[in-house]
């Protein structure tokens, strides 16, 4: 067996909960690569992880990897990793979410946790659509694209994960993709080494429901349009408007390092017990 293939095997519940659920070309899986990678290169022991995710073909990642896991309500995922943070506040609690769990039904959780910057490392997986559910619009579909929810063309402007995340006080703010998978594990590496509220945005390719239906003919058109479109940051500001307004930049979008929450209450909680805490 494959050096790689053994390291997978290590981390997964390999003998429980496969065959898996993505669809051929999903890049699902690839996250999933990348997050175990970055764990074991960051040598953290798998009892000192958490990791939450909500409902969509993301949220089976919780069920895959044997770490402390909780496959969570739709939209729910950021409330219980916040309060597995508040109790436990020295683990690594990492939150998957998709497009739709994070900024449709669980948009205000969103806001607030990374208005709050608890220390969460947050994987939000950007397919576009509900895939798990029959490909209807979601929030960050973009304007003009076929859904089932949209059978004309999706009239709503789509959010901008980096740019809601970065105004809502979030101190790591990036987005990688699942064709750029070296750049992608450092993203994520980095964000599970700050503290503090860390999203990585990650544009991964649903064909099944996206991608036929919106003129990719194959899965391997989704990702050459991710080479293509998809341009470092530094590039990106470099490229004039009328070609920028055609590309995706990719790459940290914020870095600070302002106190997360979790560290405040222990502070508060130190000052209640008159220093003695």
Known sequence: MAEVTQLIHHY??????????????CGHGIVLGSLIRSVHALSIAKDD????????CSGRMAVYVDFNTVHAVHGRALTIATGIKMAR????????????????????????????????????????IYGMTG???????????????????????PFDIVNMAT?????????????????LDRLVQQALTRRG??????????????GRKNAFKTPVDMYMWLK?????????????????????PIGI?????????????AEMRRKLAGGKA
């Not at 341009?231 to 490229?239: A, D, F, G, R």
């Not at 979008?253 to 209450?265: I, M, Q, V, Y």
Request: one cysteine or more; hydrophobic letters at 40%; a neutral charge.
């Open 228 to 248: 293509k479109n998809a341009v470092p940051l530094e590039s990106y500001e470099k490229l004039s408007p009328e070609t920028a307004a055609k590309r995706i």
């Open 167 to 183: 105004a809502a006080g979030a101190n790591f703010v990036a987005r990688g993709t699942v064709f750029h998978v070296k750049t």
């Open 12 to 25: 997964l519940r390999h003998d429980k909960k496969f065959p898996h659920v993505f669809c051929p070309g």
């Open 135 to 157: 490909g209807q619009c979601s929030s960050t579909t973009p304007t003009e694209s076929w859904t089932t929810t949209s059978p004309y063309g999706a009239l709503e402007k």
């Open 197 to 210: 509220f860390n999203v990585v945005e990650i544009l991964t390719p649903c064909h099944t429901q996206f």
């Open 89 to 128: 506040p020295g683990m690594h609690v990492i939150v998957v979410m998709g497009d739709g769990d994070a900024l449709s039904i669980g948009g205000n959780h969103f806001i607030h946790a990374a208005r709050r910057n608890i220390g969460l490392t947050v994987l939000v997986l950007n397919n576009f």
């Open 49 to 56: 992880v958490a990791l939450v995710a909500g409902i969509g």
């Open 253 to 265: 979008f914020a870095e600070r390092d302002e106190l997360p929450l979790e560290d405040r209450h």
